[in-house]
């Protein structure tokens, strides 16, 4: 599967493509869907980010090369295009249902450039693209050579961490862990009203716990002083064995915790927490309130349910109505899926 991603990458000008990743229920396994083997399901979109050094330079070549990509927007030149990716909604730019014959693929692919995605990881900005980094996907680009870039996805991860350590009681499973980390970019999502299963974060959590284990362990042993892990627990009320995490819940890891969060989400936090003064204030009055996870739950909810309709409304004018159409229906048929 590796190989054809890549065999589909290389048909597009990677010139300036700093990272790329493959993502979504066409390349990792989610229940409901058919089990991923050497060949994808042809039923299924495979969805790949490109991310580039030069938006205008990467459509200037991608709109030669791959006009039929593009919808209308395409006859107001690269640059209009370049300037509607980077200054409207999550600053990210989707060319949806192309068909790739050839490969006996259809993919949906995103532009985004890198400084608007080192943002978004490391501050929260939209939680768009840094929350479906949040989760397994699949790199395409070895970035042994991009320290800044390398440097936000692990921001972004241990920040993840940060924020269901909020959402989490004393002690819970690493379901529970990673069923709250993936949880961060949905709950808030307008989408999951209607346009997506119900159960979508126990679906993506359920068949990649090893996968979401091994992504976040660097976060983890980053956090080993407010995190202990049990490997041979058992989950509570039954005899099952499950990994069994517990975590330190003083006011001084709390307190810890909500310093350390992405900007975006500790301006959200000084917003909603009910409290006056700056946000220094607003983290002792959280640190002790009954009332954090949920404070902390609506204002990530906050940032994403913003991001999450800003862009869709985007997408509309750039994969043209008949495609939105197309997509909308596909994804609506989701909504009804138990």
Not at 113 to 131: K, S
Not at 165 to 172: A, Q
Request: hydrophobic share 40%; proline share 4%; net charge positive.
């Amino acid at each position: 599967m590796l190989d054809l991603y890549r065999r589909t990458v290389t048909r597009f000008p990677l010139g300036n493509v700093s990272y790329m990743f493959a993502y979504g229920s066409g390349v990792k396994q989610q229940v409901g869907y058919e089990k991923l083997d050497q060949k994808p399901d042809p039923n299924s979109v495979i969805d790949l980010i490109f991310c580039v050094r030069d938006t205008l330079g990467f459509h200037a070549e991608n709109i030669h090369r791959h006009s039929s990509h593009y919808s209308a927007l395409r006859y107001f030149g690269a640059n209009f295009v370049a300037q509607y990716q980077e200054r409207l909604g999550a600053r990210v730019y989707f060319n949806t249902l192309v068909p790739l014959q050839d490969l006996g693929l259809t993919i949906k692919y995103g532009v985004v450039h890198e400084d608007h995605l080192v943002d978004d990881l490391i501050n929260w900005q939209h939680l768009y693209l840094a929350g479906r980094l949040q989760k397994p996907v699949t790199d395409l680009v070895n970035l042994s050579d991009n320290p800044r870039l390398q440097s936000a996805l692990e921001q972004n991860l241990v920040s993840a961490c940060k924020a269901a350590l909020l959402l989490l009681p004393e002690k819970f499973t690493a379901y529970q862990l990673f069923h709250s980390i993936a949880g961060l970019s949905y709950k808030g999502d307008f989408r999951m009203i209607f346009g997506e299963n119900k159960q979508k974060v126990h679906n993506i959590v359920q068949p990649q716990l090893s996968e979401f284990f091994a992504l976040y362990q660097p976060a983890m042993k980053k956090l080993s002083q407010f995190l202990a892990v049990n490997m041979h627990g058992q989950e509570p009320g039954s005899l099952k064995p499950a990994i069994i995490f517990e975590q330190d819940k003083s006011r001084d890891a709390t307190s810890y915790h909500l310093r350390h969060l992405p900007k975006e989400l500790c301006r959200r936090l000084q917003k909603n927490a009910a409290c006056s003064g700056d946000y220094e204030d607003v983290v002792d009055h959280l640190s002790v309130s009954p009332l954090l996870p949920k404070v902390v739950q609506v204002s990530v909810n906050d940032i994403v349910w913003r991001s999450s309709v800003t862009q869709s409304l985007k997408n509309i004018a750039t994969a043209g109505i008949f495609k939105s159409l197309q997509y909308s229906y596909r994804k609506a048929k989701k909504t009804f899926v138990v």
